[in-house]
């Protein structure tokens, strides 16, 4: 599932407020109140901004900061009672975007957010990030846990034609139109070069998590991740 905001906060009522007031102006909003529901969050879904409160309980959201950011790169808004200079200091040196005191206005929280979004689509139409995989369309450069890693031509090719028509099935007839450019290649070519994409992308390419076969009808590009 893909959100637009997740709030990470363990003040209940503020934070059930903020995710129907979001929702109201069309963003897609997520609520948990944990750490550990933030880290199982990202197993399956993913967010184009997280507000993190400092105080969760018994942990923290500055070391939560820390974790997310050894694995994605959106805008993280910290937002906190908390109001020393000591602290938004450590919270932006530390991989956060900005610094909100509660209690905040939901206007103007909405307003910021907003541009944060906006601003944070734009700087990355030609980007996309699935779970580990990212791709670069402008400058065709794949990463997998932040290495990047290098691609034949038609691998890319491949890779980049699934994420484009991802969560939809593709036929081996469509991957050969579009791809290869001819209906007649035979279906090893494209097994093989399936095979050393996988290899390249994939933790377990025995087990995919993102290429997937349907047997019989073609493939899909999943988000089960």
């Known amino acids: 599932m893909k959100y637009d905001c997740l709030i990470i906060d363990d003040e209940v009522?503020?934070?059930?407020?903020t995710?129907?007031?979001?929702?109201?102006?069309?963003i897609?909003?997520?609520?948990i109140a944990t750490s550990e529901e933030c880290l199982t969050f990202f197993n399956q879904n993913e967010t184009s901004l997280i507000l993190l409160d400092i105080n969760l309980?018994?942990?923290s959201g500055f070391e939560l900061c820390k974790k997310l950011r050894e694995f994605?790169?959106?805008?993280?808004?910290?937002?906190?009672?908390?109001?020393?200079?000591?602290?938004?200091?450590?919270?932006?040196?530390i991989g956060g975007d900005d610094y909100i005191k509660k209690p905040y206005s939901l206007t103007v929280l909405l307003a910021k957010v907003k541009a944060v979004l906006k601003r944070y689509n734009n700087d990355n139409k030609n980007e996309l990030i699935i779970g580990d995989l990212k791709i670069n369309f402008e400058n065709k450069q794949v990463y997998v846990k932040s290495n990047r890693i290098e691609l034949k031509a038609m691998e890319y090719k491949?890779?980049?034609?699934?994420?484009?028509?991802?969560?939809?099935?593709?036929?081996?007839?469509?991957?050969?139109?579009?791809i290869w450019e001819d209906t007649i290649v035979e279906d090893n070519t494209l097994n093989v070069h399936l095979r050393r994409l996988r290899e390249k992308i994939e933790e377990n390419p025995g087990e995919p998590k993102y290429i997937k076969t349907l047997?019989?009808?073609?493939?899909?590009?999943?988000e089960n991740i």
């Open 72 to 93: 994605i790169n959106v805008p993280i808004l910290f937002i906190s009672a908390r109001t020393s200079d000591d602290d938004m200091v450590l919270a932006l040196n």
């Open 19 to 26: 995710v129907e007031y979001f929702e109201m102006f069309g």
């Open 13 to 17: 009522m503020l934070s059930e407020n």
């Open 158 to 178: 491949l890779l980049e034609y699934f994420i484009k028509n991802k969560n939809r099935t593709i036929s081996k007839e469509e991957i050969f139109t579009n």
């Open 28 to 31: 897609k909003t997520k609520w």
């Open 215 to 222: 047997r019989g009808i073609g493939y899909t590009f999943g």
């Open 57 to 59: 309980g018994s942990s």
